[in-house]
Each structure stands twice: as C-alpha cells, then as structure tokens.
C-alpha cells in the first residue's frame, strides 16, 4: 500500500458491497461491475490510479433543519452501480465514507486532507452526503494547492450570513461567509447559479455585485441551461445543493421549494461540469433519503453523477489554449478605439474566451486572462459595447 493510500484510508470506512450487488452480479456494461470499491482494501491510488473517485460524507451536524442528509451516499450507491456506463472506459475508485470526526472541524479536516491529496494527483473527488457546509472544507482542499481558486454554487439561495462577519457560525446556512472571509485569500470568483430572488435580500445581492462576484437567476437559466456553460467552465469546483431542484422532480431534501431547476437541467449543468478541463471536484449536498419518495431523488442525483462522469469522459482539453492554430482569434474595438478586445474560438469545441488583461504588467508569459464566455459576449463587443463579465474580471485582476 503507497503513502497516500494508507494516509488517506484512515479517514474512511468501508461500504458493504452486498448491499449493492444483485444476486445474479452486475451485467459487465453496469457501474457497479467497473469501480472500484472500499469493501475489504482501500483502493490502490497510485500503481492503479483512477480518474476519478467517489467519496461519502457521514457528517450533517451543521446541515440547518436536515438532519439525515449523512445518509445521502449509500442511498445514491444503490441507485448509480445498476447505471450503464458510457462509451469509455471508466476509471471510478469509491472510497467509501468519511467518518464523523469527534467534531465538526474534524471531519472538515477530514474532507480538506483527502481532497488536497486527490486533487494534486489529478484524481477528481465526487462527493455525496451532508449539509452544504460540507462546501467550506471542499474549498480548504486548495488551500495548500498554491492557486486561485473559483467557486461555482448552485443553489437557491445565498447561504450568506447578512451581518458578513467572521462571527457567523459556521453551517449550512453561512458558509460563503466562511470563503470569501478565509485567510489566506485564495478565492478569485464566487458564482451562484439558479437562485430565486424572493429567497435573497437586495444586501446580499448588493454585497455580490460590491465584490464583482457573478449571479444567475432561475429565471435567466429556465429554458437557457446552455447560458450557465461558460461559468461552469471557469469553475475549479462546483457546490450543488439539491434542494435548488423543485420538489416535484427531487422531494428528498428538508429544504425543498415549489420551483427550481428542472431534473434535466441539473443533469445538464453536471455534465458541462464534467466536460470542463478546470474544474477539479465537484460536491453533492443536502439530499436526504428520510424525505425521500420511493427513491426518486436518490436516482436523480445517481443520474447527475452519471452525467459528470460523461462529461469528464468526453472532456475536449481545448484549455489552455495550444497550439494557437487550434483556435481563431477575433479582435473588436469599443469605445472609440479605447479598448481592443480579443475573443479565442476553440476549432475542436466552438467553445469561446475572451482575452482580459491585467493591470499593468504582471509578467512577460501573463498579460492577460482567459475567461470562458459565450458568442453572445463577442456580439456585444462589435455592438460597441462592454460585455459585463470582461468588466467584472478586469476588477478582479487588479
């Protein structure tokens, strides 16, 4: 057994396979007959590396009014081993659970260590289970990763303690507080997708627009899932909370609303998460099977997973952009010649960035920064106009 293997297995426990297996086995096409599981010995996380692995967390102590959303993994388990995978050949390590620490930070701590060690050796975390607080220490994963990192939430609403204060008590609740506040600072953008305005105070929204964080109402994404896209793609790690999908298509959760994202847009968003060559993990959260009606969350969330594990399979790694004559450079002017803006076309995926520059110079090899927009970003700019999310980055590299 490697270092990291045995350093990591500490913190889990293992899932009992039986429960998941029918009599007759799995057929050889199903999840279930190709990862890797936790049953008797770790996984091997070295000489046998997987891309990807699935974690559970048995923590929801700081779930606010959800109590039994630790139960979310081994709910979810049942449901996603019968899948059938995908044409590619699936490289899925499930770790088995984390376990409750003695306190919450332990378990934080917990999380934090085996998403630090998965992420440097390029193996994407997948975690199921617990309050939305469990999003912090997905965050404090990077910390000691040297970068900046950018944050992408779906949820319905702003889980931001309006006094934004370190004082806040850390929970499912404020969080956020805990990110953006966090030292050392390492967070470059926050996005929150798919939130409903009567759930979020016009200071919270103030507060966003104040720090050049990016928001996306339901109501900009109903019908228009394609427009989250670009976001996605710029995120190092997404928060899901599942209570952002309406009642009727995913009743297991405490916190669950009459409107949300329909089941087929949060499949949607999950797998344009996975086809992004960024982003490194991505956390389920707040499903909780006692609130459950037979199963129906627990297979959507199953179902969501399936389509991050196809979009990570069919990953176009058109980012960074080389070489240069994979792509096609567009230029376009604005306010009388003021500013020169340049937008990248990737010839493999149609995907689109826009060149912003840093204040001043930074360095010789980074002058600019390359955010993910869209073609409608590029016709506002012939139009004569700034786009907003070229402003709002330009802000952020000062």
């Known amino acids: 057994m490697d270092i990291c293997t045995m350093s990591l297995s500490v913190f889990f426990s293992p899932i009992p396979l039986s429960e998941f297996t029918p009599e007759a086995g799995f057929f050889r096409s199903q999840?279930?007959?190709?990862?890797?599981?936790?049953?008797?010995?770790?996984?091997?996380?070295?000489?046998?590396?997987?891309?990807?692995?699935?974690?559970?967390?048995?923590?929801?102590?700081m779930a606010v009014g959800n109590a039994g959303c630790a139960e979310a993994?081994?709910?979810?388990?049942?449901?996603?081993?019968?899948?059938?995978?995908?044409?590619?050949?699936?490289?899925?390590?499930?770790?088995?659970d984390?376990?409750?620490?003695?306190?919450?930070?332990?378990?934080?701590?917990?999380?934090?260590?085996?998403?630090?060690?998965?992420?440097?050796?390029?193996?994407?975390?997948?975690?199921?289970?617990?309050?939305?607080?469990?999003?912090?220490?997905?965050?404090?994963?990077?910390?000691?990763?040297?970068?900046?990192?950018?944050?992408?939430?779906?949820d319905a609403r702003f889980d931001l303690d309006q006094s934004y204060t370190e004082e806040a008590p850390l929970n499912s609740q404020t969080y956020l507080n805990h990110i953006v506040l966090h030292q050392p600072d390492y967070l470059f953008n926050l996005n929150n997708l798919a939130y409903q305005t009567y759930f979020v105070s016009?200071?919270?929204?103030?507060?966003?627009?104040?720090?050049?964080?990016?928001?996306?109402?339901?109501?900009?994404?109903?019908?228009?899932?394609?427009?989250?896209e670009p976001i996605i793609r710029a995120a190092d790690m997404v928060s899901f909370d599942i209570s952002a999908i309406r009642s009727?298509?995913?009743?297991?959760?405490?916190?669950?609303?009459?409107?949300?994202?329909?089941?087929?847009?949060?499949?949607?968003?999950?797998r344009y998460a996975g086809m992004s060559d960024k982003l490194t993990s991505i956390g389920f959260y707040e499903y909780n099977p006692r609130f459950d009606q037979r199963n129906q969350t627990a297979l959507l969330l199953a179902e969501m997973v399936w389509y991050f594990i196809d979009g990570f399979y069919n990953r176009k790694h058109d980012a960074p952009l080389l070489p240069k004559s994979a792509y096609i450079v567009y230029?376009?002017?604005?306010?009388?010649?003021?500013?020169?803006?340049?937008?990248?076309?990737s010839k493999k995926s149609d995907r689109w960035w826009m060149q912003v520059p840093y204040w001043g110079s930074k360095s010789v090899n980074e002058r600019y920064y390359l955010v993910?927009?869209?073609?409608?970003?590029?016709?506002?700019?012939?139009?004569?106009?700034?786009?907003d999310l070229w402003w709002r980055t330009h802000q952020k590299l000062q």
């Not at 993994?73 to 699936?90: I, N």
């Not at 009727?248 to 999950?270: K, M, V, Y």
């Not at 230029?331 to 076309?345: C, G, M, P």
């Open 73 to 96: 993994a081994m709910a979810v388990r049942r449901q996603l081993y019968s899948l059938f995978q995908g044409d590619y050949k699936l490289r899925l390590a499930d770790l088995g």
């Open 331 to 345: 230029r376009t002017s604005i306010h009388d010649d003021a500013y020169e803006l340049v937008f990248v076309k």
């Open 31 to 61: 999840l279930g007959a190709s990862v890797r599981a936790f049953d008797k010995d770790f996984p091997d996380l070295e000489d046998d590396k997987p891309d990807l692995a699935l974690i559970g967390v048995l923590d929801d102590r």
């Open 202 to 228: 016009k200071e919270s929204i103030a507060m966003y627009d104040k720090l050049y964080f990016g928001t996306m109402r339901l109501g900009a994404i109903a019908g228009k899932a394609d427009h989250i």
């Open 98 to 154: 984390i376990r409750p620490g003695a306190t919450v930070r332990d378990t934080y701590v917990a999380v934090k260590t085996v998403m630090t060690e998965l992420v440097k050796s390029n193996i994407v975390p997948i975690i199921i289970g617990g309050g939305q607080d469990i999003t912090y220490a997905q965050y404090l994963g990077y910390e000691q990763l040297e970068q900046k990192v950018e944050v992408s939430v779906i």
């Open 248 to 270: 009727s298509d995913a009743p297991g959760t405490a916190h669950t609303t009459p409107n949300g994202l329909f089941g087929h847009e949060a499949c949607q968003i999950c």
């Open 372 to 387: 993910p927009c869209r073609y409608e970003d590029y016709q506002t700019a012939v139009a004569g106009e700034m786009p």
